[in-house]
């Protein structure tokens, strides 16, 4: 048993809803008590879906354990066989299904139906969602891909994208234009807008697999390179060096000769290297979300943007090598965690400017105070935005720069804080001027907070010290205070006074 | 005074056949009542005992709108509760421990089942009583149901204030208790009302705190402010309470035999009750004018979610001038909702339960001009072009009373307004 709050990631069935409900003309029949089709409002209301999801649950209750909860399950896969005509039907148990153990895979088999179906063995008291939405997608690969002759031209899937999945919509479409610019067909994308006849005849056609995002799609890649002896590109073109990179793994392996390196619709490098962008120079970042996008972000954060990463993690246990290793190479702990808590109490101790994280961190942000702009899902619908926004590739590099720089004070209108700290308009405690809606009594707050739990108790500061300290704006005060503090413990001191504070300030100079 | 012969009724939908169907329930389970409890009653913390699909829901139904730490949690079960059930009393005493040790403002803590927990038979009632012991008397434990294969969305916060109808203090005095979680906007007016009424003693339930919780006894009579408080109302009986029945407080005329059948109860005097009632009751009537205008002969369908849907759609129809179409409720417990039934003119099918897929086709053939509908269903029907009301909201907000009557008839209007303004 494990207390939980808030989670990063829902249960595996929701992960097998957000392949399916991405494919078409494919339907998934779970076996549910009423109750867990709250999961449809997930599709309908975070990514405003038109329509509903293609999952029929069967909704037994407590009544129908004594009788035959299997004969329910049999009539909703006849029913939604014959109302929704799919080409493929999967199916499936939740948590509660699970313990009653009916079999669904079997059930449906029984039922002889004229499509091929598909059964999902998601163990809910062990795994989460990302393992489901991969286990499924590859359970459908593998029941349904057939052989085939390659194409004549030179073709490649795009695996990966699913409901739900961070601006996989948008992705899509960015990747295209890159591939195309290369004189790379598409041959198939998948799950997202593919049907069981398309994954069927299609996806052994292409001569090669783009991994877009390996939590969904990795499983799967590695049994078409053996079932299909297609391989696959392991680089994620989120970033200005992954998409060269990624253009240059495709052009190696096929011996392409491609000048592709760059593109006119680039435009975040320019932007990054004009003046002024040089206050994101050292800027404390943490980064926190799923795997893949962690890792892109804090290349992007370091060689991209100049910013400092001071620390990462991931809630997807199924990458943690990848990310530990990641972290050595910066000389950084790193934090695999589903718990928010501990999220939370990392970030606290780091003082970052900058947060990059999920809709969780975006909380965190909000009630430490320090800006966040959002990596990777968890989103929230106002991360799901209307406008074409990818991360992959130039135009999600792009796209990047402006979500990352959105949150923080400018430039020049830091200096000005800096310069005017005690004007009873211009203050720090007023925020972002861009940003509304910062009150100062949430200031306040937050800041009692922040600072209460970081204070080193047995340190004290002198009065003069505490207003000089007062006078350095919010978004770095906590950290100016837990430095001197640092810096005065260091030195075996217990109390500062404002010549300390200054040397502090001299030693953590950059 | 006979409420059917003075506002004549031809003939209320009482007696009509209900239309019982059997499929899939696109309807939430009781633990989502645990997102406005735990702020109404704020000295609770609400343990679900469950899998990370019921972390999940309250996260999705409610997570987005709160940023503050919720008293809410779940504990999730892991393959190694599951093999043997002393290990899984031995897990929830040490998440327990934890939790307490953490947040030590904590006076009452329930232990909420789950679909999983009843599937294994997780007695939680024997650890509550075990956990009481230990804890008491900072901390009282009680445990309850909010899983889906025994309860629907409204249900879990009948089970929750039923669980705690044993533990009340006895009185012999004579009280009134208001029965049902309201917004504390809503709680306030009430009370003020039925102060100004005469009624010395008035409490609600539930309390914001453990120590202010009502007593119970032969001389005390309720009232619910819910229709879906049918167990909680039982349990009150038992503990030999009297249950004042009426139909519910919305809209203008609800609120009137609400109040009029406490007054009743408390022999209140006729002039005292317009003396008392005459000033908001006039509001809200102003209130309703504008809005039964614009909704005056537009037709309703009631998708089943929160058992609110019998009362609201006798306020739609009498108070704002609609026609329903199809009123479904997942339950209908017509012990309670009958005034609300003999004052809804026969007409609209009324369902109890569902089969989602053939109620869907019902609503697109009658091209509703407003559908109320949970939010899995919301956008899709939105998209097939018909105007939709979520009806979480309706749980939500302050609804009840005379001074939030405007505000009621408003919410439904919304979304047919918004059609007429946007030019997209």
Known sequence: ?510 | MNISSSLKIKQGCNNVPILKEKGQNEVFCGLTGIIWLHRKIQDAFFLVVGSRTCAHLLQSAAGVMIFAEPRFGTAILEEKDLAGMADAQDELDLQVEKLLERRPEIKQLFLVGSCPSEVIKLDLSKAAERLTLKYAPNVRVLSYSGSGIETTFTQGEDACLASIVPTLDDTSQEELILVGALPDIVEDQFLSLIGKLGIKKVTSFPSRTKNKAPKVGKNVKFILCQPFLGDTCEALEKRGAYHIKASFPFGEEGTTLWLKAIAKAFNVGENKFDEVTNGPRSRATKALEKIKQKLSGKSVFFFPDSQLEIPLARFLVRECGMKAVEVGSPYINKKIVLSDMELLPEGPIISEGQDVDLQIERCKANKPDLTICGMGLANPLEAEGLATKWSIELVFSPVHGYEQAGDLGALFYRPIKRREVLQI
């Open chain 1, 1 to 510: 048993m494990k207390l939980s709050v808030w989670t990063y990631e829902g249960p595996p069935h929701v992960g097998a809803m957000r392949v399916v409900t991405a494919m078409q003309n494919t339907h998934y029949v779970l076996h549910a008590p009423q109750g867990d089709t709250y999961a449809d409002l997930l599709f309908t209301m975070i990514e405003r879906k038109n329509s509903r999801p293609p999952v029929t649950y069967t909704t037994f209750k407590a009544r129908d354990l004594g009788s035959d909860t299997s004969e329910i399950f049999k009539k909703a896969c006849k029913d939604a066989y014959d109302r929704f005509k799919p080409q493929a039907l999967v199916v499936g148990a939740s948590c509660t299904a699970e313990l009653i153990q009916d079999d669904p895979g079997g059930l449906a088999e029984a039922l002889n139906l004229s499509i091929p179906t598909i059964p999902l063995e998601l163990p809910s008291y062990q795994r989460k969602e990302n393992y489901g939405a991969s286990e499924t997608f590859y359970q459908i690969v593998r029941k349904l891909a057939k052989k085939s002759n390659k194409t004549d031209q030179l073709s490649c899937n795009i695996l990966g994208p699913a409901s739900l999945g961070f601006r996989h919509r948008d992705d899509i479409i960015e990747i295209k234009k890159i591939l195309n610019d290369m004189g790379i067909d598409i041959n198939l994308i998948a799950p997202m807008g593919a049907s069981p006849e398309d994954i069927q005849v299609k996806t052994a056609k292409a001569h090669f697999n783009v991994m877009l995002y390996p939590e969904v799609a990795e499983t799967t890649c590695r049994y078409l390179e053996k079932e299909f002896n297609q391989p696959y590109t392991k680089t994620i073109p989120i970033g200005i060096g992954a998409t060269k990179e990624f253009i240059k793994e495709i052009s190696d392996i096929f011996g392409l000769k491609t000048n592709n390196h760059y593109s006119e619709r680039l435009r975040a490098d320019w932007w990054s290297k004009s003046i002024d962008s040089t206050y994101f120079t050292g800027k404390r970042v943490y980064v926190f979300g799923d795997a893949t996008h962690v890792k892109s972000s804090v290349k992007i954060a370091n060689e991209e943007m100049g910013f400092e990463v001071v620390g990462l993690g991931c809630y997807n246990r199924e990458f943690a090598r990848d990310i530990r290793s990641l972290g050595k190479e910066l000389n950084l702990d790193s934090l695999i965690t589903e718990d928010y808590l501990e999220v939370e109490a990392e970030i606290q101790r780091l003082q970052p400017e900058l947060i990059l994280g999920t809709q969780m961190e975006r909380h965190i942000g909000k009630r430490l105070g320090i800006p966040c702009a959002v990596i990777s899902a968890p989103f929230h619908v106002q991360d799901h935005p209307a406008r074409y926004s990818p991360q992959v590739g130039w135009e999600g590099a792009n796209v990047i720069f402006d979500t990352w720089v959105h949150p923080l004070v400018m430039g020049l209108e830091e200096h000005l804080l800096h310069m005017f700290r005690e004007d009873f308009e211009f203050n720090d405690s007023a925020g972002p001027s861009h940003l509304g809606g910062h009150s100062n009594h949430d200031i306040n707050i937050n800041e009692k907070r922040k600072e209460n739990i970081n204070t080193i108790e047995e340190i004290i500061w002198e009065k003069e010290a505490e207003l000089e300290l007062k006078k350095i704006p919010f978004f770095v005060r906590g950290k100016a205070r837990r430095n001197t503090e640092t810096f005065a413990k260091d030195k075996g001191l217990n109390s500062i006074s404002t010549e300390i504070l200054y040397e502090a300030k001299a030693h953590y100079a950059r």
